[in-house]
C-alpha cells in the first residue's frame, strides 16, 4: 500500500535486546521464571484476600486489584517477549501492535489511580481512624474501580478513535514492546494531536497521582509525629513502608521513560521498561506479603 510516494507499514519489527541465540535462549529462561513467578506470586495474593473474611477491608480490596492488574498487565507484555526470545523475524502486525500499546496504556493508567488512592486509604486510616469505615466505605471503593477502568479505556482509546495512525517512516521498534513514543516516530503526517492528548494523559496519570501521594504522605508524617510511643510510630510507618517502595518503583521508571522524552525514545530506555513491565508486577507481591503480617497469618491459615 502506497500513501503518495510513501509506502504504508502493515506490520512492525521489534528489535529486542540481541539477536544472538545464546543470549536469545538465555533471557527466554530468565523471563519464562520471572512470569512464572509472577503469575503465582499474584495468584496466591489474589486468592487470599478473597478468601480470608479478615482481609475483606477497603486497604486489602486495592490490594487484590493490584494484584489483578499485575497479573494483565505481565500477561500484556512477558508473552510476546518469550515469543520473540526464540523467533527469528520478530514480526507483529499493526493492529496487534496498537492491540498491545492501548491495553498497555489502560492497565499502566488504572494502577497510577491505584497506588494515588491506595495513599489516600492510608492517610484515612492513620490520621481519621475514627472515621475509617465510613469514608472508606464499600460503595466508594467500587465506584473508584469502575471510574479508574472507565476513565482510562476512554483515554487510551479516544486518540486512535477520533485520528487512526498510519505508519510509513520504517517498520523496525528498538523495543521488546509497542512504546507509544516510537510508534510516534514512525508515523505518517501530522501527529500533533497524539502528543497534546499523551500530555494531557501523561498529567493525569503520571503527574497528578504523585502529587496527590505526596500530600497524603506528608499529612501522614504530621499525624505520625504526633504519636508520642515509639512502638506506635513505628507500627504507623509499617503500613506505609510496603506502599510507598512500590510507589517509589513504578513512577520513578514511567516518569524516567515518558516525561523528557516528546522529541526522541533513548533506546537505553527499554532497559528501563523492564523495571515497571516486568519486574514490578514480580515484586508488588512479594513486598507487601513480606511485610504484611495480615496477610502472612492469612496465608498460613489458608496452607
Not at 510510630?233 to 517502595?245: D, G, M, V
Amino acid at each position: 500500500m502506497e500513501l503518495g510516494n510513501q509506502t504504508i507499514n502493515t506490520e512492525f519489527i521489534l528489535i529486542g535486546f540481541s539477536q544472538n541465540l545464546q543470549i536469545c535462549y538465555f533471557l527466554f529462561v530468565c523471563f519464562f521464571v520471572i512470569y512464572m513467578l509472577t503469575i503465582l506470586l499474584n495468584g496466591l495474593l489474589f486468592c487470599t484476600v478473597i478468601i480470608s473474611p479478615q482481609l475483606h477491608t477497603p486497604m486489602y480490596y486495592f490490594l487484590c486489584n493490584l494484584s489483578f492488574l499485575d497479573l494483565c498487565y505481565s500477561s500484556c507484555n512477558i508473552p510476546r517477549l518469550l515469543f520473540d526470545a526464540l523467533s527469528k523475524e520478530r514480526r507483529i502486525s499493526v493492529i496487534m501492535c496498537l492491540t498491545q500499546m492501548e491495553i498497555g496504556l489502560i492497565l499502566a493508567g488504572i494502577e497510577c489511580i491505584l497506588l494515588a488512592v491506595m495513599a489516600y486509604d492510608r492517610y484515612i486510616a492513620i490520621c481519621y481512624p475514627l472515621y475509617y469505615t465510613v469514608i472508606m466505605s464499600w460503595r466508594l471503593c467500587r465506584n473508584i474501580t469502575i471510574i479508574s477502568w472507565f476513565v482510562n479505556i476512554i483515554f487510551s482509546s479516544f486518540t486512535i478513535i477520533v485520528q487512526p495512525l498510519v505508519f510509513c517512516k520504517g517498520n523496525q521498534l528498538n523495543h521488546f514492546f509497542c512504546e507509544a513514543l516510537l510508534l510516534l516516530e514512525l508515523a505518517c503526517g501530522d501527529v500533533s494531536f497524539y502528543k497534546i492528548t499523551m500530555s494531557a494523559t501523561g498529567i493525569f496519570t503520571l503527574l497528578a497521582p504523585p502529587v496527590f501521594i505526596v500530600g497524603s504522605y506528608i499529612g501522614i508524617i504530621i499525624s505520625i509525629l504526633k504519636i508520642h510511643s515509639s512502638q506506635g510510630r513505628s507500627k504507623a510507618f509499617s503500613t506505609c513502608a510496603s506502599h510507598l517502595t512500590v510507589v517509589l518503583m513504578f513512577f520513578g521508571t514511567t516518569m524516567t521513560v515518558y516525561i523528557g522524552q516528546s522529541r526522541s525514545f533513548s533506546p537505553y530506555l527499554k532497559y528501563v521498561s523492564l523495571v515497571y513491565m516486568v519486574f514490578t508486577p514480580l515484586l508488588n507481591p512479594l513486598i507487601y506479603s513480606l511485610r504484611n503480617k495480615d496477610v502472612k497469618e492469612a496465608f498460613k491459615k489458608i496452607l
